[in-house]
């Protein structure tokens, strides 16, 4: 009976285990790539459920059993090329068997080059023997079936012809001293590049606090909660946590944004170099600016609003004061949406993951405009201090209107560049700035007026100011413009010989540089200097920034100039390769894509030699290619002058 009743409790046991999860322990998938007429990979892939794992073919004796692959028929119908092969494994010492075992979670890939020996073949038959593992092992089988039909193959992505393969192979650089190939000041960067975006949105949510939809709330609403509630202390704690409530809220906002990346890692970074998504963000900028001026208002349904207040009525408590910080939101929207607008643009413009940056942006924001709400709460006698509502902060929001467009500019420039259209030169760009700043000042010094100002009235202190400031940039813009000082602005502006003069060549700062990789290093090889491999971008803010403030510096300059041979690539630019010249490039994973424009081209060249895909990303070869040091991106003058002496350095050795 004993016997009985163990052999239940253990078979209820192991129904738990999958009761614990709605997926199989494994799914199988398969993919058939052509190599040649003769030649194939067997790719066999297993999706694993989350805390389940199966074995290595190499897992040590004496441990779980390790995956076995079984190769039907080979010898007769085919050969197998070279050994299986497995994507990345994890290791453990398990005290049980008293080993190191090696196994797969989340995913486990077996791949097999294989040559027929047969032509006629139209099957190729594989099983795999594994143990599946979570709390207890399941032993279990899989048959694949690759069908061949005359050469062509059902489970494939996309087969790669010979002249295609020959030309991806020639992308593969045999590179020496690999391994110096470490970007030490990236994570650095990445880290510093966050709190810049969350600087930028806490800067943004200031600016928004000014704005008629939300300067009136703060008072409102810091006195609902002191007077409603029946001690001080719960005013206070109610008004730190609407506070929290409302930067929840604008961090949540950023959360689908992760979701499409997951999808797709280059779906929002394509914002910097789509020329659609560029138009298309032009015309978003221009259409929130002209609202700021007062011809249309942005608004979010009244519904919304009115039923977020009902339910933080009825509700109470922490769950109404969330749905109160909702409304606030809603509310706000008409002053808050082209800000953020303008925040998702800078986050595309940024370097590092887009989505991480927005979130970090939309932190930043909800920070800034939390924080009236719990200082006041706390410090109830400051209320008196807060300036009235008036017309200032309609000045504020046509200020805030002019920098939309002026940013607007910024994307359509972007369109122009990756395009090669030609239209949007820089004296142009420029001169549309300098006409955007000017009628800011004009503006803001009473010569003209919006549809929402109200009567004209004495100039304050501070407008004043922000109207000198602007006329002043607009001076800075016009001495650039004619050439009389060197004009430098965090990289926003075209390239320097992206001009309607003429100009010696098309390189940055009339530097020498090649814009084809071959033709560079056979230069190269003709005078024996090194090589600075500069992968950029037309749309590159950072690249722009490293141009202007860096190589145009007067002790690195003559450097880049004399000492090195400069390969310029741009891995944006949508310029079509000559048919001739386009071709399907097969990554390892099996993947193919069509490489049909120059920015394709040279972004896969980045990709699969230095596994990098971000811009600025400067590399030191010799002519036969040999490292000469590690690589870096966006980094200060003194550290790239050092960067570039040691490599000097080492090459002369």
Same mark, same amino acid.
């Given at each position: 009976?004993?016997?009985?009743?163990?052999?239940? @409790?253990?078979?209820?046991?192991?129904?738990?285990?999958?009761?614990? $999860?709605?997926?199989?322990?494994?799914?199988?998938?398969?993919?058939?790539?052509?190599?040649?007429? $003769?030649?194939?990979?067997?790719?066999?892939?297993?999706?694993?459920?989350?805390?389940?794992?199966?074995?290595?073919?190499?897992?040590?004796?004496?441990?779980?059993?390790?995956?076995?692959?079984?190769?039907?028929?080979?010898?007769? =119908?085919?050969?197998?090329?070279?050994?299986?092969? #497995?994507?990345? $494994?994890?290791?453990?010492?398990?005290?049980?068997?008293?080993?190191?075992?090696?196994?797969?979670?989340?995913?486990?890939?077996?791949?097999?080059?294989? /040559?027929?020996?047969? &032509?006629?073949?139209?099957?190729?038959?594989?099983?795999?023997?594994?143990?599946?593992?979570? #709390?207890?092992?399941?032993?279990?089988?899989?048959?694949?079936?690759?069908?061949?039909?005359?050469?062509?193959?059902?489970?494939?992505?996309?087969?790669?012809?010979?002249?295609?393969?020959?030309?991806?192979?020639?992308? /593969?650089?045999?590179?020496?001293? &690999?391994?110096?190939?470490?970007?030490?000041?990236?994570?650095?960067?990445?880290?510093?590049?966050?709190?810049?975006?969350?600087?930028?949105?806490?800067?943004?949510?200031?600016?928004?606090?000014?704005?008629?939809?939300?300067?009136?709330?703060?008072?409102? $609403?810091?006195?609902?909660?002191?007077?409603?509630?029946?001690? &001080?202390?719960?005013?206070?704690?109610?008004? !730190?946590?609407?506070?929290?409530?409302?930067?929840?809220?604008?961090?949540?906002?950023?959360?689908?944004?992760?979701?499409?990346?997951?999808?797709?890692?280059?779906?929002?970074?394509?914002? +910097?170099?789509?020329?659609?998504? %560029?138009? @298309?963000?032009?015309?978003?900028?221009?259409?929130?600016?002209?609202?700021?001026? *007062?011809?249309?208002?942005?608004?979010?349904?009244?519904?919304? =609003?009115?039923?977020?207040?009902? =339910?933080?009525?009825?509700?109470?408590?922490?769950?109404?004061?969330?749905?109160?910080?909702?409304?606030?939101?809603?509310?706000?929207?008409?002053?808050?949406?082209?800000?953020?607008?303008?925040?998702?643009?800078?986050?595309?413009?940024?370097? *590092?993951?887009?989505?991480? %940056?927005?979130?970090? *942006?939309?932190?930043?924001?909800?920070? +800034?405009?939390? @924080?009236?709400?719990?200082?006041?709460?706390?410090?109830?006698?400051?209320?008196?201090?807060?300036?009235?509502?008036?017309?200032?902060?309609?000045?504020?929001?046509?200020?805030?209107?002019?920098?939309?467009?002026?940013?607007?500019?910024?994307?359509?420039?972007? =369109?122009?560049?990756?395009?090669?259209?030609?239209?949007?030169?820089?004296?142009?760009?420029?001169?549309?700035?300098?006409?955007?700043?000017?009628?800011?000042?004009?503006?803001?010094?009473?010569?003209?007026?919006?549809?929402?100002?109200?009567?004209?009235?004495?100039?304050? %202190?501070?407008?004043?100011?922000?109207?000198? @400031?602007?006329?002043?940039?607009?001076?800075?813009?016009?001495?650039?413009?004619?050439?009389?000082?060197?004009?430098?602005?965090?990289?926003?502006?075209?390239?320097?010989?992206?001009?309607?003069?003429?100009?010696?060549?098309?390189?940055?700062?009339?530097?020498?540089?090649?814009?084809?990789?071959?033709?560079?290093?056979?230069?190269?090889?003709?005078?024996?200097?090194?090589?600075?491999?500069?992968?950029?971008?037309?749309?590159?803010?950072?690249? /722009?920034?490293?141009?202007?403030?860096?190589?145009?510096?007067?002790?690195?300059?003559?450097?880049?100039?004399?000492?090195?041979?400069?390969?310029?690539?741009?891995?944006?630019?949508?310029?079509?390769?000559?048919?001739?010249?386009?071709?399907?490039?097969?990554?390892?994973?099996?993947?193919?894509?069509?490489?049909?424009?120059?920015?394709?081209?040279?972004?896969?060249?980045?990709?699969?030699?230095?596994?990098?895909?971000?811009?600025?990303?400067?590399?030191?070869?010799?002519?036969?290619?040999?490292?000469? %040091?590690?690589?870096?991106?966006?980094?200060?003058?003194?550290?790239?002058?050092?960067?570039? !002496?040691?490599?000097?350095?080492?090459?002369?050795?």
């Amino acid at each position: 009976m004993k016997q009985v009743l163990l052999s239940l @409790l253990l078979f209820f046991s192991f129904l738990s285990i999958f009761a614990q $999860t709605d997926d199989e322990p494994l799914l199988w998938s398969q993919e058939l790539n052509k190599i040649s007429d $003769t030649e194939y990979e067997l790719i066999m892939t297993a999706k694993i459920a989350d805390e389940w794992h199966i074995f290595s073919q190499h897992n040590p004796e004496g441990g779980s059993g390790p995956s076995q692959l079984k190769y039907i028929d080979v010898g007769i =119908a085919y050969e197998l090329i070279g050994e299986t092969t #497995e994507s990345k $494994t994890e290791k453990k010492y398990e005290e049980v068997f008293g080993v190191e075992e090696i196994f797969f979670v989340k995913e486990a890939i077996f791949k097999q080059k294989i /040559r027929l020996l047969n &032509k006629d073949i139209r099957q190729i038959d594989v099983n795999i023997w594994y143990q599946v593992c979570k #709390e207890v092992c399941i032993q279990q089988e899989h048959d694949f079936k690759f069908v061949l039909d005359g050469g062509a193959a059902t489970s494939t992505v996309k087969t790669v012809d010979a002249r295609s393969l020959a030309m991806s192979n020639a992308m /593969r650089l045999d590179l020496k001293n &690999k391994d110096l190939l470490v970007d030490k000041a990236t994570a650095t960067e990445e880290k510093s590049g966050i709190w810049s975006i969350f600087a930028l949105g806490f800067l943004g949510g200031l600016i928004a606090l000014l704005t008629p939809c939300v300067f009136p709330m703060i008072p409102l $609403t810091v006195s609902f909660f002191t007077k409603q509630s029946k001690t &001080k202390s719960k005013g206070i704690a109610n008004a !730190l946590l609407y506070g929290f409530f409302i930067v929840l809220i604008y961090f949540l906002l950023s959360l689908p944004f992760h979701i499409f990346d997951s999808v797709d890692s280059q779906i929002l970074n394509t914002i +910097a170099t789509n020329v659609w998504l %560029n138009l @298309l963000f032009f015309v978003i900028f221009v259409f929130f600016a002209f609202s700021f001026f *007062g011809y249309y208002e942005l608004t979010l349904p009244n519904s919304w =609003a009115n039923k977020m207040d009902e =339910a933080s009525t009825k509700i109470g408590g922490g769950i109404g004061i969330f749905f109160m910080a909702v409304t606030l939101a809603i509310v706000s929207f008409s002053c808050t949406g082209p800000i953020l607008g303008g925040l998702l643009g800078s986050t595309a413009l940024a370097e *590092g993951d887009v989505a991480t %940056n927005l979130s970090a *942006g939309m932190t930043g924001f909800g920070v +800034a405009l939390a @924080l009236p709400f719990a200082l006041f709460a706390l410090f109830p006698a400051w209320l008196n201090s807060l300036p009235k509502s008036g017309g200032w902060m309609t000045t504020v929001k046509v200020t805030l209107g002019f920098l939309e467009l002026a940013l607007a500019m910024k994307f359509l420039s972007n =369109a122009d560049l990756v395009s090669n259209w030609g239209i949007f030169k820089r004296e142009i760009f420029i001169g549309i700035w300098i006409i955007l700043f000017v009628l800011l000042a004009l503006y803001l010094f009473g010569v003209f007026k919006f549809p929402h100002d109200g009567p004209k009235q004495k100039l304050s %202190n501070a407008r004043k100011f922000v109207s000198l @400031l602007s006329a002043g940039f607009s001076m800075y813009l016009i001495f650039g413009l004619t050439q009389v000082i060197d004009l430098k602005l965090f990289g926003f502006l075209p390239p320097d010989f992206y001009t309607i003069a003429a100009q010696e060549n098309d390189c940055p700062l009339g530097l020498n540089c090649f814009k084809d990789y071959d033709e560079g290093v056979a230069y190269a090889k003709s005078v024996n200097k090194p090589i600075l491999l500069d992968f950029t971008g037309w749309a590159c803010v950072n690249c /722009r920034k490293m141009e202007e403030n860096v190589w145009s510096e007067a002790d690195i300059f003559p450097i880049l100039k004399e000492e090195y041979v400069l390969i310029s690539l741009y891995v944006d630019d949508q310029k079509e390769l000559l048919e001739a010249q386009q071709f399907d490039f097969q990554y390892e994973s099996g993947r193919v894509k069509t490489i049909e424009t120059v920015g394709q081209k040279w972004g896969t060249f980045q990709t699969i030699n230095f596994n990098a895909a971000s811009q600025p990303y400067y590399v030191l070869l010799s002519p036969d290619l040999e490292v000469l %040091n590690n690589a870096v991106q966006y980094t200060d003058r003194d550290t790239y002058k050092a960067w570039l !002496l040691a490599g000097l350095e080492k090459f002369n050795q």
